[in-house]
């Protein structure tokens, strides 16, 4: 028997189990190892925040598909990795050997340094998998204050998850606590937002980020934490009561104790098969994974890899050729901007309204249901 070992509930990880699911392979064994059996969905995220699903919405049922699958769930996360001796101690004790294995972990960041008392409240966007407790936390001490005071929110981070993100936390804290002024500011260390779309879209996310009396604070890098604000690399601080950390994605901390070839951000270096450089086989998809050109750290990508992985890994299981992956040369974000309104953007072209809104949510539905009880077929 060949012991596939698949290392995190990432969406890739998904495909990899609903293909073995739909054909099974008697010469492999499954093993998943996550520190939940439920998997956000990360495209469904902001509506969650903004307050237009559940938590349970956003969710896929790990479990459920290891049971279709036939797979092997432990709940433990890994804390190291030897790919020569191919093994992985988990946190919960556990020794895990294997012959093929793939990381679809997704990403973390590196959070901002803090200096002196009466620092602001911190909400960190990643990782995904612990957001909801953080989020509960932060509802939580909402509840505590008093009416008619202000309070002043700030993104740090320029991409679309920050933007999302504080345009549906607004949306979601305005209506819960409409007796408080909350305040928006979104702070970018580039010189534009959304610096990789184009130009259509990026308008339309300023246009919705001042709609919802945002301001936005361009070439100013967030670096720490002080008292009653955000200090940027200017040595300027803007008063802040509640900051969303939403700044660039790098490796988990645990990678860097693995033999593993990283490069500077704890990415893994990986070639077009999803096979992992000078680690024969051992896989990596989506976020962990970083390929020659880089990729944007975006969700839509391990859904992109999923089929490509599976076949691969079900390959290698039985020492056959693999198939390169081919990215795609554009992908569709739909940005949520809270009040169930989002933005399409695709390339030079952009659309917002309403409709979008329904669009991304369809979307969203359908590709959760896809992986979850009762299963097609």
Known sequence: ??????????????????????????????????????????????????????????????????????????????????????????????????????????????????????????????????????????????????????????????????????????????????DINWQGHLLSAAPTLLGEAGWLPRQLTRRALQRAGIQIHTERRGTALVKGGVEDDQGQTLPADIVLWATGAVGHPWLADTSLPLDNKRFIPSERTLAVAGAPGLFAAGDCAELTPPLPKAGVYAVRQGPVLANNLRAACHGQALADWQPPKRVLALIGTGHSHAIASYGPIGFAGHWVWEWKKRIDARFIARFNPPFKG
């Open 1 to 178: 028997m060949t012991q596939l070992l698949l290392i995190g509930a990432g969406h890739a990880h998904a495909f990899v189990l609903e293909a073995f699911a739909e054909t099974p392979d008697p010469e492999v064994t499954i093993t998943v190892v996550s520190d939940s059996s439920l998997a956000a969905y990360s495209g469904s995220v902001p509506a969650w925040l903004a307050g237009d699903c559940s938590l349970r919405d956003t969710q896929i049922d790990v479990a459920a598909l290891c049971q279709q699958a036939g797979a092997t769930l432990i709940e433990s996360p890994v804390v190291t990795l030897d790919h020569q001796a191919r093994q992985v101690s988990l946190a919960n004790g556990q020794i895990l050997t294997f012959d093929v294995a793939s990381i679809n972990v997704g990403s973390t960041l590196e959070l901002p340094a803090t200096h002196g008392d009466g620092l602001p409240y911190l909400l960190a966007m990643r990782p995904l998998s612990s957001l909801h407790q953080r989020w509960q936390a932060l509802q939580d001490r909402i509840q505590t204050l008093p009416g008619g005071s202000t309070q002043q929110i700030i993104s740090v981070g320029g991409g679309a998850a920050s933007c999302e993100t504080l345009m549906s936390v607004l949306a979601q804290l305005r209506h819960y606590r409409s």
